[in-house]
């Protein structure tokens, strides 16, 4: 199972949106409506972030929003902040024996 | 407050063996699975496997089925990893995370991680 396709970096400047895109395949992303997203500080643990392609956890601001088409999940992040600065990890649901496979990673850099 | 507390840092050598363990609170803990993911020193995050207090389901990803053995003990609400045989490239961050028994669902909450260094 290969890790879903991220960009290693994105930047923006503070009050800027950002997108990230996370590339599949049909047997996870393409297949399934259950993508998440993750966000991890330095030295953390990761922090759920969006559910299902683009439903919040209560406590997640509205500045992150998630969305999908075809095989590319995709996370924006609006209004950066400086502690958005940060690495995000996208996944997806790949079926009922591998059930997860995690994204690459892609580091956040707030200008 | 929903917490996973995962056992302390853990200095070992290779060919040794290592059971780390994560305890759930403040939830009921047979309603969720636990997983486990393994982060190596400056690299993504890896899912290993995933463990149902249920009925003891277990799903393995493939990098990882033969490599450890996940387990629980529902009296104390705790899951357990463990490895026979460590190798210096078993060196990582472990977190222990849980997800609703639900298609799909994400890990909602995770342990502080535990960190695993093999050296001789």
């Known amino acids: 199972q290969s890790a879903l396709t991220q960009p290693r970096s994105v930047s923006g400047s503070p009050g800027q949106s950002v997108t990230i895109p996370c590339t599949g395949t049909?047997?996870?992303?393409?297949?399934?409506?259950?993508v998440s997203w993750y966000q991890q500080h330095p030295g953390k643990a990761p922090k759920l972030l969006i559910f299902?392609?683009?439903q919040r956890p209560s406590g997640v601001p509205d500045r992150f929003s998630g969305s999908k088409s075809g095989a590319t999940a995709s996370l924006t992040i609006s209004g950066l902040q400086a502690d958005d600065e940060a690495e995000y990890y996208c996944?997806?649901?790949?079926?009922?024996?591998?059930?997860?496979?995690f994204g690459s990673g892609t580091q956040v850099s707030v200008l | 407050e929903v917490q996973l507390v995962q056992s302390g840092a853990e200095l070992k050598k290779p060919g040794e063996s290592l059971k780390i363990s994560c305890k759930g609170v403040?939830?009921?803990?047979?309603?969720?699975?636990i997983g486990w993911v393994r982060q190596m020193p400056g690299k993504g995050l890896e899912w290993m496997g995933i463990?149902?207090?249920?009925?003891?389901?277990?799903r393995y990803s493939p990098s990882f089925h033969d490599q450890v053995v996940m387990s629980v003990d529902n009296s104390i609400n705790t899951a357990y990893l463990q490895w026979s045989s460590l190798q210096a490239s078993d060196t990582a961050m472990y977190y222990c995370?849980?997800?609703?028994?639900?298609?799909?669902?994400?890990?909602?909450?995770w342990g502080p991680g535990t960190l695993v260094t093999v050296s001789s």
């Open positions: 995370g849980r997800r609703r028994m639900v298609q799909g669902a994400p890990f909602d909450s």
């Open positions: 403040g939830y009921r803990f047979i309603d969720y699975w």
């Open positions: 463990f149902s207090p249920r009925d003891s389901d277990t």
């Open positions: 049909s047997s996870d992303v393409g297949g399934y409506n259950f």
């Open positions: 299902d392609v683009s």
């Open positions: 996944c997806s649901y790949a079926g009922t024996y591998i059930p997860f496979v």
